[in-house]
């Protein structure tokens, strides 16, 4: 921060370095250029077990200090956030130990490998009263916020259909090993669960955000690969992620859902699409075309009726003001600097949260949870029902 910054610094505490550290990293130091904002993060230590590697993230990225140990971390003083960008079995000790002090809290999802661990980390942040928010970043891509915005108007209408699907095949290898530096989500250990808490939770989040709670589900899951050579211990495990998860789902409001994620979709590398059916619209939406919305509206156009795709480059467009000039398009990236803007702008609002706290992120691991459970007993499952409390 320069010395002459009017802004009021929040000063992180980033814990993680691998490709969701970037991500976060990348926002902390793009958001202020855009936004308009009262604070102004300070990326002040990144935390990782290996010194070597940490400290050439630092120096990267522009962290002013490196530790090797989350603990200390979290009773620094001078860290106002603690950022939990590391792999999913460490988010509920580290929640637990920073809110305890008093720290502001960013988890990357999903909240925990299970839904015990983030029922645990949603009573620590309640418990301490600190802030806290989950990173579902695609809520901030603009034709998804566009889309919120659609269906809260009730320009859909009564809504019949929601479908979604993550699609990804980085795994079909058979020789690719599981577990450590990079493989973690290969190994529920670490993970948790496969591409039900990586993939579909991102679908299921932006699914009850944009048509309310999704009341049951029924599941299947495979492990295709079942064996795989574990790259710490060097030796040949068994895998017990799944590798593809499909679920149909009623909603409270009697909406019908289907649901796919994998990471055996030959050809498709990150293809997260939607589509909404309502009474008197539709919308559709993917993320390799992520700045069109696809949005068809029940009218009088006759022989001209037909679906539009709107380029979400105009400055009426959700967050589009804050880039570039009409016709200019954003991406990834942006939706985490969307994410930060979001939750400095709620800190100068008095009781402002910004979405989605631990809490409405736990409503994301109650379906995934139920989704596991279907698939392992073959019936239906309510998602509320479930609940876990700190004797579990
Ligand atoms: C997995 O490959 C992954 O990186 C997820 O962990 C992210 O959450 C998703 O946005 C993209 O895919």
Redo the contacts with the bound molecule.
Sequence with gaps: MSATSSKRPLRIGLVGYG?MGRAHSNAYKRVNDFFDLEYRPVLEAVCGRDRARAAVFADQWGFASVETNWKVLVERADIDVVDIASPNDTHAEIAAAAAASGKTIFCE?PLGRNLREAEHMVEAVERAGVRNMAWY?YRRVPAITLAKRLVDEGRLGRIFHYRSTFL?D?TISADLPQGGQALW?LDSSVAGSGVTG??LA?CIDTAQWLAGPIGSVSAMTETFIKERRHQQTGKLEPVSIDDASAFLARFESGALGTFEATRYARGHK?LYRLEINGENGSIAWDLEDLHRLQYFAHGNEGALRGWRSIHMTAGDHPYMQHWWVPGLQIGYEHTFVHQVADFLAGLSCPGAAAVPTFREALATERVVDAVLRSAETGRWQDCAARRYTSAD
Excluded: G, P, S, T
Aim: no cysteine; hydrophobic share 40%.
């Design positions: 490709f999802k970043n990804q980085w989500r990586d993939l991102h990150a």
